[in-house]
């Protein structure tokens, strides 16, 4: 659960603005694309970038989850609207309710440096995805864990954190390729990047 200093830098109208105008724009220029497809964001939080993949890139569905079940009443009240094309539900980024390989993108607005067992958020995202589909990131490295500020006013898991270099290798280890080379921001911070699942080579069939 995040505490009050992470509800508040959260739930507020300026990180909704850094998504819309920053971050979403910045995830498309490095290949994101969700034109048809089936999403899920992992840590939805309050649903805001559930919204910009409905509203603004296309997404034909997105299964929205959160382990917070006061986060997940804010991003059902937020997305109501779209009916059908969304579902909202409390959920475990280590434990997805889906089955292997069946969807086209999984979405992470900076959750999995939340997660104890980071690498498990990973290993689960490869399960669900079908091969060529995207994993999309925006992550908070250890670099940013560390400062003063973070240490004082958040609370975050301490213990095995990565850089992002550590992240991006992670991703690597499953199989993962990146189009384009991730892009970290604010002197190391975050780390923010693209990478699609292998696809399985299809050889020649035996007689
Ligand atoms: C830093 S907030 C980010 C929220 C939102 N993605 C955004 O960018 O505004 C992290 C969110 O991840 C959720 N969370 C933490 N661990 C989780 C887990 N294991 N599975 C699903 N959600 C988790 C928290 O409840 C919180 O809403």
Redesign the pocket.
């Known amino acids: 659960?995040?505490n009050r200093a992470?509800t508040l830098?959260?739930?507020n109208p300026a990180?909704?603005r850094l998504?819309r105008a920053y971050?979403v724009p910045l995830l498309q220029r490095l290949g994101a694309a969700f034109g048809g497809c089936e999403v899920v964001?992992?840590?939805?939080?309050?649903g805001?970038?559930t919204q910009l993949m409905l509203e603004r890139m296309g997404a034909a569905h997105v299964s929205a989850?959160?382990?917070?079940p006061a986060?997940v009443d804010r991003a059902r009240r937020r997305l109501s609207r779209f009916g059908a094309r969304v579902d909202v539900q409390v959920?475990?980024?280590?434990h997805l309710p889906l089955d292997d390989e069946s969807v086209d993108a999984v979405v992470?607005?900076?959750?999995i440096?939340?997660?104890?067992a980071w690498r498990e958020?990973v290993a689960e995202a490869v399960r669900v995805l079908r091969p060529g589909g995207q994993f999309v990131f925006?992550e908070?490295t250890r670099h940013a864990l560390q400062r003063r500020s973070y240490r004082t006013f958040l609370e975050h898991p301490e213990h095995d954190r990565f850089s992002a270099e550590e992240f991006v290798t992670e991703l690597e280890r499953h199989g993962f390729d990146f189009p384009q080379p991730p892009v970290t921001r604010f002197f190391g911070d975050f780390v923010i990047g693209v990478a699609v699942k292998a696809t399985p080579p299809t050889g020649p069939s035996r007689p």
Do not use: S, T, Y
Not at 108 to 111: A, K, L, S
């Open positions: 659960m995040m992470d830098l959260m739930n990180r909704a998504q971050e964001e992992i840590g939805c939080g309050r805001v970038g989850l959160d382990l917070d986060m959920g475990d980024a280590c992470d607005f900076g959750i440096h939340d997660v104890p958020a925006e908070v």
